[in-house]
Every structure is written in structure tokens, then in C-alpha cells.
T-cell receptor, first 114, second 112 residues
Framework: EAQVTQNPRYLITVTGKKLTVTCSQN?????MSWYRQDPGLGLRQIYY?????VTDKGDVPEGYKVSRKEKRNFPLILESPSPNQTSLYFC???WGQGGRETQYFGPGTRLLVL | GQNIDQPTEMTATEGAIVQINCTYQ??????LFWYQQHAGEAPTFLSY????GLEEKGRFSSFLSRSKGYSYLLLKELQMKDSASYLC?????????????FGAGTRLAVHP
């Protein structure tokens, strides 16, 4: 089954404790992206990757890191989480970024930083 | 700047028709998407418009006017399962690539 998976689905942590949210897709997609979703603000892009070893900042990259060492995986790293990073996070992937090509979203990771 | 506006909430009756509007002001335009998102779940693709006009897909239709920066999603024969948030997203050029800018979403409640 074609899908995007994220782990963990739910996470409660404390300020400053490094964490990683994994994202994996089995569709051989080149483009992957991370978003955060907050009430009243919609989905905002954190980082994106056009291919292996090619990543760039989105609209809200502060406090986050990413890496793309393999095509299928695109982990999101919070080196020192803070309460303002409490949010719902989605990973997404697509073949490219043109035409009717749409992004496929993972199930989401709900993060609470105390 | 980039701005996408949608109503925050709408209510409708089962079996009726509802139209969800989206207006946008963006730096560039390479297509407009509508996604459906049930509470606590991932967004799923509904429709795509890049040329002016109406795209019909079963009970769902989407309209685009590029000159007016305007789109709407039309849902016919509403069912209870259509209660969800509907996200309008515009694809814009960014640094040699494209990216999606999302509106805040419209939460639709369908009542019996």
C-alpha cells in the first residue's frame, strides 16, 4: 500500500530534550516536506527536500533541522524543543511540484512540549 | 506577501448544497488545490485547478478565476461524512521550485 508513515504519532516531552520525528514514504517520491498545523494558521511549511541531500527552508524553519540521506526518509529534528513548538506536524511527499501532482500526507504527529 | 482567505466555519443541512469560497493574493500562481481534512487526520486531495473554469468530480466541483484571485469548492448532496475542514492551497514559485501556501481552512458542519 502506497503511504507516508510518521513516528511517533503522539509525543509529550520537556523543554530542551532533543527529539526526532521520523517520516518515510514507499512511493519513490523525490519531493518531501514538513508542515506544522496550528489553530487559525493553517499548514505552514517548515522544510522541504527536492531529492537526496537537497533540502531548503520553508516559511517557519527556526528551531528545526532536517536531513535527506535516503530517498524514502526525511526526519525532522528538534534540537532543543520549546513550548511554542507544540503543534500538529505533517510530513508530505510527491513525485514533483508541477501539474496535477498533489502531495500525499502522513497521519500526523501531535507534539506537546512542556 | 502571500495571503489566502477562507471562511472559518460553515454549517449546512444533509442533502443540501454548500459553496466554500477562497480568495488569494500571492506572488505568482501555478495552480490551486482543495484538500479535505477530518478532525485529527491527514489532509486528502480533492481537486486541482490551474485554468479558469469549473472542474467536476462526482459530488464535488471546484471553480477558478485567476483574474479575480478566487476559487470555490461546491459540495452537492451533502452527507454527514462531509463534516470536515476544507483547505484551499495555492502553488506558488519559490526559489526555482514550487511550494504550497495553505489557507487556514473552513470547518464545515453538516446537520441532519
Amino acid at each position: 500500500e502506497a503511504q507516508v508513515t510518521q513516528n511517533p504519532r503522539y509525543l509529550i516531552t520537556v523543554t530542551g530534550k532533543k527529539l526526532t520525528v521520523t517520516c518515510s514514504q514507499n512511493m519513490n517520491h523525490e519531493y518531501m516536506s514538513w508542515y506544522r498545523q496550528d489553530p487559525g494558521l493553517g499548514l505552514r511549511q517548515i522544510y522541504y527536500s527536492m531529492n537526496v541531500e537537497v533540502t531548503d527552508k520553508g516559511d517557519v524553519p527556526e528551531g528545526y533541522k532536517v536531513s535527506r540521506k535516503e530517498k524514502r526518509n526525511f526526519p525532522l529534528i528538534l534540537e532543543s524543543p520549546s513550548p511554542n513548538q507544540t503543534s500538529l506536524y505533517f510530513c508530505a511527499s510527491s513525485w514533483g511540484q508541477g501539474g496535477r501532482e498533489t502531495q500525499y500526507f502522513g497521519p500526523g504527529t501531535r507534539l506537546l512540549v512542556l | 506577501g502571500q495571503n489566502i482567505d477562507q471562511p472559518t466555519e460553515m454549517t449546512a443541512t444533509e442533502g443540501a448544497i454548500v459553496q466554500i469560497n477562497c480568495t488569494y493574493q500571492t506572488s505568482g500562481f501555478n495552480g490551486l488545490f482543495w484538500y479535505q481534512q477530518h478532525a485529527g487526520e491527514a489532509p486528502t486531495f480533492l481537486s486541482y485547478n490551474v485554468l479558469d473554469g469549473l472542474e467536476e468530480k462526482g459530488r464535488f466541483s471546484s471553480f477558478l478565476s485567476r483574474s479575480k484571485g478566487y476559487s470555490y469548492l461546491l459540495l452537492k448532496e451533502l452527507q454527514m461524512k462531509d463534516s470536515a475542514s476544507y483547505l484551499c492551497a495555492v502553488r506558488v514559485p519559490s526559489g526555482g521550485y514550487n511550494k504550497l501556501i495553505f489557507g487556514a481552512g473552513t470547518r464545515l458542519a453538516v446537520h441532519p
